[in-house]
C-alpha cells in the first residue's frame, strides 16, 4: 500500500490568513491525489482532483499543486466556514488517504 | 442532483454479518464506479471496496485488510450498490460511506453515511 503522510495534524489560524497543509506519498502517485473537506457530523466534500484540478462548486480560494511524491493544498483568506478536517488521499493505486488535518479558527 | 443513500447500519454482534445498502439518484448509474469507504468514530479514513461499471465487467477489488470478508455488489437496474460484511469484529465499528468514483477513483460524491457498531 502507498502510505500517505499529512502534516499538520492540526491548525489554528485566523480569519483572512493563508493555510497550507502538507501530504506526502511513501513513492511518485503521478498526480493522482485528492483533497476533500470534512465538517464535523458530515461527510467528506471533494474539493481537489488530480492534484489540482478544482471540483465543480468549490471555491477559488481552495488550490492545489505538487508533483512526486509532496503534494498540498492552499486555502487562501481563511473564511468562518472553511472550519473543518481536511484529507489527501492518493488514487495511483488502491486508494489511501492521509491521517487529516484538523483546522479551528485562532 | 446527485443523491446517495446508505441503508443498513445498526448494532451487530462480533461474528454477525450485515448487508449494507446505498440507493443512488440524479445521475447515469451505469456510467460510474461505486465505493464504499469507512471511518471508526474520531478516526480517519479508509477505502474498503469498488465496483466498476458494465464496461470494465463488474470488476472488483477490496481493501487488504478486509477482503475475503466483504462483498460488493451492484444492480444496475435500481441503480444501487450493496456491501455485505460478515465475521464482524469490534473494530469495524464504523461510519460507511457509499461514493461515486469517476475512471480516477477520487470520490466526486459521498452519501451521509450509514452507523455500524459492533458490540456484544
Known amino acids: 500500500d502507498i502510505q500517505m503522510t499529512q502534516s499538520p495534524a492540526s491548525l489554528s489560524a485566523s480569519l483572512g490568513e493563508t493555510v497550507t497543509i502538507e501530504c506526502r506519498a511513501s513513492e511518485d502517485i503521478y498526480n493522482g491525489l485528492a483533497w476533500y473537506q470534512q465538517k464535523p457530523g458530515k461527510s467528506p466534500q471533494l474539493l481537489i482532483y488530480?492534484?489540482?484540478s478544482l471540483h465543480t462548486g468549490v471555491p477559488s480560494r481552495f488550490s492545489g499543486s505538487g508533483s512526486g511524491t509532496q503534494y498540498s493544498l492552499k486555502i487562501n483568506s481563511l473564511q468562518s466556514e472553511d472550519v473543518a478536517s481536511y484529507f489527501c488521499q492518493q488514487y495511483y493505486d488502491y486508494p489511501t488517504f492521509g491521517g487529516g488535518t484538523k483546522l479551528e479558527l485562532k | 442532483e446527485v443523491q446517495i443513500l446508505e441503508t443498513g447500519g445498526g448494532l451487530v454482534k462480533p461474528g454477525g454479518s450485515l448487508r449494507l445498502s446505498c440507493a443512488t439518484s440524479g445521475f447515469n448509474f451505469n456510467d460510474y464506479f461505486m465505493n464504499w469507504v469507512r471511518q471508526a468514530p474520531g478516526k480517519g479514513l479508509e477505502w474498503v471496496a469498488q465496483?466498476?461499471?458494465?464496461?470494465?465487467?463488474?470488476?472488483?477489488y477490496y481493501a487488504e485488510s478486509l477482503e475475503g470478508r466483504v462483498t460488493i455488489s451492484r444492480d444496475d437496474s435500481k441503480s444501487s450498490v450493496y456491501l455485505q460484511v460478515s465475521s464482524l469484529r469490534a473494530e469495524d465499528t464504523a461510519i460507511y460511506y457509499c461514493?461515486?468514483?469517476?475512471?480516477?477513483?477520487?470520490?466526486?460524491?459521498w452519501g451521509q453515511g450509514v452507523m455500524v457498531t459492533v458490540s456484544s
Open positions: 461514493t461515486r468514483s469517476a475512471y480516477g477513483s477520487y470520490f466526486d460524491y
Open positions: 488530480n492534484a489540482n
Open positions: 465496483i466498476r461499471n458494465k464496461n470494465y465487467n463488474y470488476a472488483t
